[in-house]
């Protein structure tokens, strides 16, 4: 029996948590949907992902705002993926701030990518005539930007860690409290997207830089809040772990359909009942053996495209 395409038949709506990270930051999750994140300054908000729609924003907004009334003056995008930006509108930011890559992404491939994930996660997309159209960053930087709390509040600095989930991934951290906003860089007992990743890298020297920071609480991009450092470090281990278990069986594989189906014997014992797996894996084994075979960068996923891979090897 075929298996419905990718999250198309993941209708049910999920138990958001609000968690408070430390005094003024704050964390929503959603059992392994998109993770959101806002930390206070002295006087204004930094609000970290935008989420799929602007209702679905307005909705986290309503309760963040149970917390502080600050004005969002800076909106933090980690990547360019539609789930994560397309948001945007509903938060009146001063400054949306990306890395320089993803600004780039958004011109290469937003509109295809908007149509790809909207096809693949309609759940997420709440009122999607609510979308204002495409995001586009005020700001972008090539390594560090710091963002000055106010008063006694110190810094957030983001920082790009090199290629992963995609070319333009960033994390945000805040050395007072040791708290790390990651993106999908890593994610907390939830299945890896790399569709359009840089899997050598990812798995090496990227979370090499993320777990240098020595977070002691990391927001992921789907998933639990990892407290403590012993939960950090299982996290980015989790993370490394199913990227090095891919580049195993894929590199191992004669043709693409062999990968896909050595890949899914391998991971899904450990990893099989986590959110979006099945979603992901046929997304993820395509990019991988492209990238195996010379395909330097990610190519663009269309809809159609999508449904391709879906057929040729979920079916």
Aim: charged share 25%; aromatic share 10%; net charge negative.
């Amino acid at each position: 029996m075929a298996k419905p395409f990718a999250s198309s038949a993941d209708l049910g709506e999920k138990r958001q948590s609000l968690e408070t990270l430390a005094e003024g930051v704050y964390a929503l999750t959603a059992e392994g949907d998109p993770n959101v994140g806002a930390v206070e300054g002295e006087d204004f908000l930094v609000c970290f992902e935008a989420l799929a729609t602007p209702v679905v924003a307005r909705a986290w907004l309503a309760r963040l705002r149970e917390h502080t009334d600050k004005p969002i003056r800076y909106l933090v995008l980690s990547h360019y993926h539609a789930v994560r930006v397309l948001g945007a509108s509903a938060f009146g930011a001063d400054v949306i701030v990306t890395h320089e890559k993803t600004r780039e992404l958004i011109a290469e491939r937003g509109e295809q990518d908007w149509a790809s994930e909207y096809a693949r996660m309609p759940r997420l997309f709440k009122e999607p005539a609510s979308i204002l159209g495409l995001t586009w960053p005020t700001a972008t930087f090539s390594d560090r930007f710091t963002i000055d709390l106010g008063g006694d509040r110190g810094d957030l600095v983001l920082h790009y860690c090199g290629r992963g989930h995609t070319e333009g991934d960033l994390v945000a951290w805040l050395p007072r409290q040791r708290i790390l906003f990651a993106g999908d860089l890593v994610e907390s007992q939830a299945a890896l997207y790399t569709g359009d990743a840089f899997h050598r890298d990812w798995a090496s020297s990227t979370l090499d830089r993320v777990a240098s920071f020595g977070a002691e609480t990391l927001v992921g991009g789907r998933g639990a809040v990892a407290r403590g450092a012993g939960e950090v470090e299982a996290s980015v281990g989790q993370t490394r772990d199913f990227l090095a278990v891919m580049l195993r069986e894929v590199s191992a594989a004669g043709t693409l359909k062999e990968a896909f189906e050595r890949t899914h014997r391998a991971l899904e014992p450990r990893y099989g009942s986590w959110p979006i797996f099945e979603h992901c894996l046929p997304f993820n084994v395509s990019r991988l053996w492209d990238e195996l075979h010379g395909v330097e960068r990610p190519r663009v996923w269309t809809a159609e495209r999508d449904r391709e891979v879906w057929d040729e090897l979920q079916s």
